[in-house]
Nanobody, 128 residues
């Protein structure tokens, strides 16, 4: 069973930076695509960033492109979301997710439907 546990969320001032971590447990996830999503109360869960576990090109939502960076550390079985120049509209619960069948399937990696394992989320609050 693959499990994802996010951490690092906290209150941050606008313009500040924060790094979220997602610890991955389980096995055989080298072919996974790792995604970050966020959800504010009463709103739909939306795509933030995605990257293959093994590295490579990344995808970012337009709202975070140039500000957020996603990366993995294989030795620590951890995926990160580096968030810079945070804005109040970034306030949300941030979720780590894994698409276990992305390889060769041309999934829409911006869609929540493409991911089948989710963490429980970590709260990020950006104050003005």
């Amino acid at each position: 069973q693959v499990q994802l546990v996010e951490s690092g969320g906290r209150l941050v001032q606008a313009g500040g930076s924060l790094r979220l971590s997602c610890a991955v447990s389980g096995r055989s996830f080298n072919n996974y695509v790792m995604g970050w999503f966020r959800q504010a109360p009463g709103k739909e869960r939306e795509f933030v960033s995605a990257m293959a576990w093994t590295g490579g090109n990344t995808l970012h939502a337009d709202s975070v492109k140039g500000r957020f960076t996603v990366s993995t550390n294989n030795a620590k079985d951890t995926v990160y979301l580096q968030m810079n120049n945070l804005k109040p509209e970034d306030t949300a619960v941030y979720y780590c997710a894994a698409d276990r069948t992305a390889y060769g399937n041309h999934h829409d990696l911006t869609s929540v439907l493409s991911y089948d394992v989710w963490g429980l989320g970590t709260q990020v609050t950006v104050s003005s």
